[in-house]
């Protein structure tokens, strides 16, 4: 299967036909406006970042310039494609996602707080390690 973001719609699943099959575009009754990444486990589980509550990937610059507390989210999605749960929320426009080596924790880049976040899978913990920021950077 492929799966593909799809801007102020969500995530689709596509047969290999290029038929879309199967579609996620809510989470927890909220819609899935702003995805922008997405990785999976080994487990099939398939995780998803949507980078704001606020605004589709189009107005980045909107979501960037309101300069308020984060609205993103690291979403689960199981192997069958029948649930999805909130892993983490509160994040700064998570553009980026991909499972770490030993399958313990979700890796996810926070733009805007120029951050990475680790989220362990089982969602209870999460760490965030600053980027190196080049000389004369704030």
Same mark, same amino acid.
């Given at each position: ?5 799809v801007s ?14 199967k579609?996620l575009?809510?989470? /927890? ?9 997405l990785t999976?486990?080994a487990d099939?589980?398939?995780y998803?970042?949507?980078g704001?509550r606020?605004?589709t ?9 309101a300069?308020?507390k984060?609205?993103g989210?690291l979403?689960?999605? /199981? ?6 749960h909130?892993v983490?929320?509160g ?7 991909v499972?770490?080596?030993d399958?313990s ?7 805007w707080?120029?951050?990475l ?9 999460r760490?965030?390690?600053?980027l ?7």
């Amino acid at each position: 299967r492929l799966l593909a973001c799809v801007s102020g719609r969500g995530v689709c699943v596509l047969n290999d036909k290029g038929v879309a099959e199967k579609w996620l575009e809510s989470v /927890d009754g909220e819609p899935l406006a702003c995805p922008l990444a997405l990785t999976a486990a080994a487990d099939g589980t398939i995780y998803v970042t949507d980078g704001s509550r606020h605004n589709t990937p189009a107005r980045w610059l909107q979501d960037l310039m309101a300069n308020r507390k984060g609205s993103g989210r690291l979403v689960a999605w /199981d192997a069958d494609l029948d649930k999805a749960h909130v892993v983490a929320d509160g994040l700064n426009w998570p553009a980026g996602a991909v499972v770490s080596h030993d399958e313990s924790e979700v890796w996810v880049t926070e733009a805007w707080a120029h951050t990475l976040c680790a989220v362990a899978r089982s969602g209870r913990e999460r760490r965030q390690e600053y980027l190196h920021r080049e000389a004369g950077g704030r």
